[in-house]
């Protein structure tokens, strides 16, 4: 009797297999490491990063499998160089990879490009750093990163603010909590 109740079941999972029935699905995080330091400094053109997710072994080995974004942040230690002035309000804005050489008045026109995250206010000569939990509340364009995430995962990443800034990012990161299944 007790191995009928073990090889009913046996036998169910492998008619399952065979058939190619099987569900198969988890989480896997994505890491994705900014150049460090990564400066960003206002007036005329802004410096920016390509992002291609398909360099990180899982996101290239689950990409055809990706069925949600669960979790996002943007992580890092965000330092204000000017030395006296107002605080500088880093945002983070996403475009289609291979826009380059953008400058802010270009960047927030209208269809160029999405806020992605921020701002965070950063005082002069002062610090930020900018954990899991702060990353999360400060996300307004998750859709279109889940969207480019679901899609080639390739794009490119401004930091910038209005005015004159000088912001320097240290050990940053985008990291995304990615859900697949087969």
């Not at 109740?5 to 900014?34: D, E, H, M």
């Not at 669960?70 to 204000?80: E, M, P, Q, R, V």
Request: hydrophobic residues 45%.
């Amino acid at each position: 009797m007790k191995m009928l109740r073990t090889t009913v079941p046996v036998l169910a999972l492998a008619a399952l297999a065979s058939a190619g029935c099987f569900l198969i699905s988890g989480q896997f995080v994505v890491n994705y490491a900014l150049p460090t330091p990564f400066s960003a400094v206002g007036g005329g053109t802004l410096q920016s990063v390509d992002v291609d997710l398909n360099t990180i072994g899982d996101y290239s080995d689950h990409k055809q499998d990706l069925k949600r974004v669960d979790d996002l942040a943007l992580i890092g230690d965000f330092k204000n160089n000017l030395t006296t002035g107002s605080p500088a309000q880093v945002e983070c804005w996403i475009v289609p990879a291979g826009t380059a050489g953008l400058t802010y008045a270009q960047l927030t026109t209208p269809g160029t490009a999405v806020k992605l995250w921020g701002p965070i206010s950063v005082a002069a000569n002062a610090t930020e750093k900018v954990d899991w939990n702060r990353s999360a509340a400060l996300f307004a364009g998750r859709q279109t990163l889940i969207d480019e995430i679901k899609g080639d995962g390739q794009f490119r990443l401004y930091v910038a603010t209005a005015g004159a800034f000088n912001v320097t990012i240290t050990n940053g990161a985008l990291i995304a909590v990615i859900g697949a299944a087969k």
